[in-house]
């Protein structure tokens, strides 16, 4: 069974720009959860959606959105970059929710932002 | 609100010694509680979880962590560290009620381990 994958790995931009990551949940799994690595702050949660609904949501600025779609792949938009958004973004995936218990994270993104 | 304490953001251990990491946690509600690893580059890794059946809860790679209400701790323990269990291990809370399940992590403990 595949796990979590997020895609791009790794991407750099530049301060203004917009960028959207992508996650493709485990297979079966309807809950997708996003949190940000940061070295200041540690993990944070951003938001988490479950059947194409945001059930929670971190406390970020409105430049952080998401979504889910209907087959559970879910995408998190940055506009207007920041150099303090660069960071790892993590997805993580449950089979249910409210979550069973446990998430299993993606490999992450990294963003850097010049 | 809950949250995350790891007492100790690096330890360092030499191969074949016990490994103690230790975190505490507070929530309103009864918590589910996990501990998870990271190496650079990479994600989270569950390593165990409690979620209210037996106090001792194992894991894999041979950790094991307790949950002790009373101090409102959950460490975790490995009884003979390896080389390859070096990394940065995350201990993270998550209600059992009400309705926001975010997960809420401690800041992690560095673990180095010394041949």
């Known amino acids: 069974k595949a796990g979590v994958t997020q895609t791009p790995r790794y991407l750099i931009k530049t301060r203004g720009q917009q960028v959207t990551l992508s996650c493709s949940p485990i297979?079966?799994?309807?809950?997708v959860s996003w949190y940000q690595q940061t070295p200041g702050q540690g993990l944070q949660f951003l938001f988490e959606y479950f059947s194409e609904t945001q059930r929670n949501k971190g406390n970020f600025p409105g430049r952080f959105s998401g979504r889910q779609f209907s087959n559970s792949r879910s995408e998190m938009n940055v506009s207007t970059l920041e150099l303090g958004d660069s960071a790892l973004y993590l997805c993580?995936?449950?089979?249910?929710?409210?979550?069973?218990?446990?998430?299993?994270f993606g490999q992450g993104t990294r963003l850097t932002v010049v | 609100a809950q949250s995350v304490t790891q007492l100790g953001s690096h330890v360092s251990v030499s191969e074949g010694a016990l490994v103690l990491l230790r975190c505490n946690y507070s929530s309103s509600v009864p918590p589910y509680l996990f501990w998870y690893v990271q190496y650079p580059n990479q994600g989270l890794q569950l390593l165990l979880k409690y979620t209210s059946a037996a106090t001792l809860v194992k894991g894999i790679n041979g950790f094991e962590a307790e949950f002790k209400k009373s101090e409102t701790s959950f460490h975790l323990t490995k009884p003979s560290a390896h080389m390859s269990d070096a990394a940065e291990y995350f201990c993270?809370?998550?209600?059992?009620?009400?309705?926001?399940?975010?997960?809420?992590f401690g800041k992690g403990t560095l673990l180095t381990v010394n041949p």
């Open positions: 297979s079966g799994h309807r809950s």
């Open positions: 993580a995936s449950s089979s249910s929710f409210p979550p069973g218990t446990e998430a299993f």
């Open positions: 993270a809370v998550r209600r059992s009620g009400g309705s926001n399940y975010k997960l809420t």
